[in-house]
């Protein structure tokens, strides 16, 4: 089993979350976009195994009710065993002590192993984005609903 702990982003994680975001996510503005999170985000947190950062959730308020994530990734060799799961849940609950009802987030409609990470954490598909992402695929827009007091909970 891996000791994962989840924590808050350091400067000196910078170049770990850099690396995941260009694995997970090229061709973006990578600075600027893990700039943004840094400034304007409310939470990045991220997956730390032995001082090795191997996933990452930045996670924006909106507005007093609503936050969104604005990205999430785990490093390819450590997908699939709960990392991803770890991370969600403890940006949801965070959202939660800051008193949110809502929490958004936009998904690939092609991106079936996230979008069931999803489901399964309460979310709910309530838009498609209409070529969304830079080659023109859609995206799903997704909630979940914080007040539900079934949704959205840690796991265990």
Do not use: W
Not at 43 to 49: F, G, K, M, T, W
Not at 84 to 99: H, P, Q, Y
């Amino acid at each position: 089993m891996l000791s994962v702990i989840v924590r808050e982003y350091s400067t000196k994680d910078f170049r770990d979350v850099m690396e995941i975001e260009r694995e997970a996510f090229s061709p973006r503005n990578l600075i600027y976009d893990v700039y943004i999170y840094v400034t304007y985000g409310s939470d990045l947190l991220v997956a730390d195994i032995g001082g090795k950062v191997v996933g990452y959730i930045a996670v924006m308020d909106l507005d007093r009710e609503t936050s969104k994530i604005v990205s999430f990734a785990v490093k390819k060799e450590f997908r699939g065993r709960g990392i991803g799961k770890r991370l969600l849940s403890t940006a949801i609950e965070r959202c939660r002590e800051r008193g949110k009802k809502k929490v958004l987030l936009e998904v690939r409609v092609s991106n079936y192993v996230a979008q069931r990470l999803y489901k399964k954490m309460g979310f709910e598909i309530v838009n498609v984005i209409p070529n969304y992402y830079h080659d023109g695929e859609d995206a799903y827009l997704m909630a979940l609903d914080l007040t539900r007091s079934n949704r959205g909970a840690p796991l265990s």
